[in-house]
């Protein structure tokens, strides 16, 4: 049986969220410059955005102390952006709903969407993004972005 998925918002409220975001935690931020979390990290680095990696190695990335889950991250977290393959959010759904970040929305990355994990932080509350690209985003609907 097929879940239906929540819409994603319009765009009038992802422009309102990439106003009022400062810190974005970054779920599966690679080291690598050349992987896809770690240009849209820089990307929204440059744009203004703290960013605050959650990476299983490591000790600092893109000059950021490391973290190795979300409810291990210090808050204020304003966003989650989430670069895992779709099979591991479940688990990574699992450590948001216990992080002391209740009210951050949750953003799942291009191809990166699990009807079971997308519905339970509906269920939750959450403002739940998916399957969509946070850089492209930004620079379609930021002011100078």
């Known amino acids: 049986m097929t879940r239906s998925l929540p819409a994603n918002p319009g765009d009038e409220q992802l422009k309102n969220l990439l106003q009022r975001v400062r810190r974005i935690a970054v779920v599966g931020l690679s080291p690598k410059p050349h992987r896809d979390s770690h240009r849209v990290s820089a990307y929204m680095q440059r744009a203004g955005y703290e960013i605050i990696p959650v990476y299983p190695r490591e000790d600092r990335i893109l000059g950021a102390r490391v973290f190795r889950t979300v409810s291990e991250a210090e808050p204020p977290v ?6 895992r393959r779709s099979e591991d959010l479940p688990e990574v759904v699992d450590d948001i709903l216990r992080a002391a970040h209740p009210d951050a929305p949750v953003w799942f990355q291009l ?8 519905a339970d932080l509906a269920r ?12 492209v985003e930004h620079a379609r609907l930021a002011p100078g972005g």
């Open 78 to 83: 304003d966003l989650i952006n989430v670069f």
């Open 111 to 118: 191809d990166c969407v699990h009807e079971g994990a997308i």
């Open 124 to 135: 939750a509350g959450r403002t739940v993004i998916y399957d969509r690209c946070l850089m």
